[in-house]
């Protein structure tokens, strides 16, 4: 086990270290200069990431699946990127799915013995049927929770994509994966609390592979979120906007298309640019592995 005394997220900030007696103001401005640091250190990461972000989009369109794993704030992290890809992105349940140590409770209350046992990752793993079709990534701050080091090692063994996700260069995480993404954000203002900046840059990366990952699958149009789920009156809305802007017609034409596509999105741009019926639409989709762009050239128009 690697001490915490040689980990960057457990040093003390010596910036920080009267924090207890600063004014309020002063306190909190010295959190926003620490958090600030923050897109700079993914900066300097950014070809791992699109790295990570190829290479998991090749496993999604061979059949794989995307698989976060994480113990406290990490896994935390994982759940919730997995679980705003269904209703943005029309994606099933269990394309992108996130595992956190110690379970469903781990989410809303601390179980920090959880992160100790590389077998319960095993455990978790095995249960969602883990191949090497699909891609797992192991989110720890200070590199070296065995939960994630678990986790990883058995990806490896079944031949999964093994990916890295810490805010720590050298650790034994970074160590055995395929791809590490190690944006280091340095000592936290509150040492240890790796929930500040090493959470931050943490979910700035994970938007970055599911996003990147769901544009490359064709789940976006220019800036369109067009398999979006229609689930909700704000979501039922959303795709009307959605399809108005990507066909340029008004809300009543919009609001028809989607009525004809039975809510989708992304169907319903495709008649209204093309003009055609809705099986041919639908077969365009599937030829083009429902990348819009393509359909609609396919299908003799011009997108917008």
């Known amino acids: 086990m690697v001490s915490l005394d040689t980990i ?10 009267d924090i207890d007696r600063l004014p309020t103001l002063a306190m909190l401005r010295l959190l926003n200069e620490e958090d600030a640091q923050v897109p700079r250190a993914v900066e300097k990461v950014l070809p791992a990431i699109a790295k990570a972000v190829d290479a998991i989009a090749d496993r999604l369109k061979a ?6 794993a994480g113990a406290g704030t990490s896994g935390r992290l994982g759940v919730l990127d997995s679980s705003e890809c269904p209703p943005t992105y029309g994606t099933d349940p269990g394309l992108v799915v996130g595992i956190i140590a110690g379970g469903r ?23 969602l049927l883990l191949t090497e079709c699909d891609a797992l990534v192991a989110i720890a701050a200070s590199g070296r929770t065995p939960y994630a080091l678990g986790a990883l090692k058995y990806a490896r063994e079944q031949g999964a994509l093994a990916i890295a996700l810490s805010c720590s260069e050298s650790s034994p995480l970074v160590a055995l994966a395929d791809i590490a993404i190690t944006p280091v954000t340095g000592p936290e203002v509150i040492t240890g609390s790796t929930r500040m900046k090493a959470g931050t840059a943490q979910k700035l990366v994970l938007n970055m592979l599911s996003t990147g990952t769901m544009v490359r699958l064709g789940k976006v149009y220019g800036n369109l979120m067009v ?9 039922r809305a959303r795709a009307r906007r959605i399809v108005m802007e990507a066909a340029a017609i008004g809300e009543g034409e919009a609001a028809r298309f989607l009525r004809e596509a039975e809510g ?4 319903a741009i495709l008649l209204a640019l093309t003009g055609k019926d809705r099986a041919t639409c639908e077969d365009l989709l599937t030829h083009t ?4 762009r393509e359909a609609i050239k396919e299908g003799g128009a011009k997108p917008t």
Not at 109 to 114: D, M, N, P
Not at 289 to 292: A, D, Q, R
């Open 8 to 17: 960057t997220t457990e040093k003390r900030l010596e910036a920080s270290k």
């Open 63 to 68: 059949g794989g699946r995307l698989i976060y």
């Open 105 to 127: 409770e781990a989410m809303f209350r601390a179980k920090e013995g959880a992160e100790d046992s590389e077998e319960l990752a095993r455990e978790d793993l095995r249960a």
């Open 227 to 235: 398999d979006v789920r229609a689930t909700n009156e704000k979501l």
């Open 264 to 267: 989708s999105a992304k169907l």
């Open 289 to 292: 592995g429902g990348h819009l």
